[in-house]
Structure formats: C-alpha cells, structure tokens
C-alpha cells in the first residue's frame, strides 16, 4: 500500500501507480515521492520492534475480524486501545497518529475482505526462504568449472603496523628506517 487504501500496482521509470482498494481509482506517485509499503513499516517497542503484520493479526484476533476502533474517538480512547493490542510499545517514539494509521489500515483492510494476506504474505516469504533461488538452480546444474588463476609476478613488500592514537615522537613508537 502507498497511501490509506492504495495497492501498488506497476512501476516505470518515472515513478509507479497505484490503485485505491475503495474506489478503484488510480494515481500515478512520482519516483521523487517516499513510498513504504506495509510490510516494511514497524511499531516501536520498549524492546526492539514489531512489525505492522503482526499488530495487525493482534487487532484482527481482538475483534475475531471485525471492524477495530474508529481512528476519530477520543485520544485516550485510542491510546488505550493501541496499549491493549501492543502493551509494550514505545510511549515516546509512537504517536497518536501512528496509532490511528493502524487502525485506518486495518479498517480498510478489514472492509475489502483483505485480512487473510496477513497470513498468505507469511506463507509467500515461508515458500521462499524453502525454495531454492532461481540463480542457484541455474547454476547447480552447469558442471563446475575452474578457471586458472593468474599468479602476482609483483614484489610484495611487508609493512609493519602502525600504533593509532599515539603522538608523533612518542617514547613507545620505534622508528624503523
């Protein structure tokens, strides 16, 4: 997703377009724009991070996939709501309107019937990291092949390490000429 409800759909070179998930409408975003896709996007905790998939499995199992909090109540309402689905979030470093982007994502999600690639998104990156990577298929099946290594006709000349920190006629550097 681009914005609340956009899926991306192509890139080129200029940019890329994507689609709103309620309207249907498409948009072309700039390659100057700063786009983040949800599965990059992460909540602070007081012990690292948790990403978004997984804040949004929370809500989903805490509203058994019912539509979550209205992003427009009130600030306490919010704030204690995010803590009951996140209860070691960063209080600094995540802000009320963080808060309401997760429930603005969610509803969205929730509305088009979109919360099951929560868990197909999980499956994808399972069946990938199984997988083998084309490139290393490829290359298994070429027999291996040794190329010569050219051997350095230079003279290689050994230096000695330097001390760092130490002032220029320091008494522990010994002069080596």
Known sequence: ????????????????IVESLTDKTRTFIPAT???SALSDIA??????????REVLKKIREKENGQ????????????????????????????YLSDMKKVFVWYN??????????????????DKVKDEKSPVSSRLSNKPHVEKPVKENTREVKTVKPTHVGLKAGSSSRKSSD
């Open 108 to 125: 969205i999600l929730q509305q088009q019937n979109l919360l099951e690639i929560l868990d197909a998104e999980e499956k994808k990156e």
């Open 67 to 94: 539509p979550s909090l209205n992003p427009k109540s009130d600030d306490k309402e919010i704030r204690e709501y995010f803590e009951s689905v996140v209860p070691d979030y960063n209080k600094e470093r995540v």
């Open 43 to 52: 909540i602070f905790t007081d012990t690292g991070e948790i990403s978004l």
């Open 33 to 35: 724009a700063r786009v």
């Open 1 to 16: 997703m681009c914005q609340a409800g956009q899926v991306f759909l192509t890139d080129g070179r200029n940019g890329i």
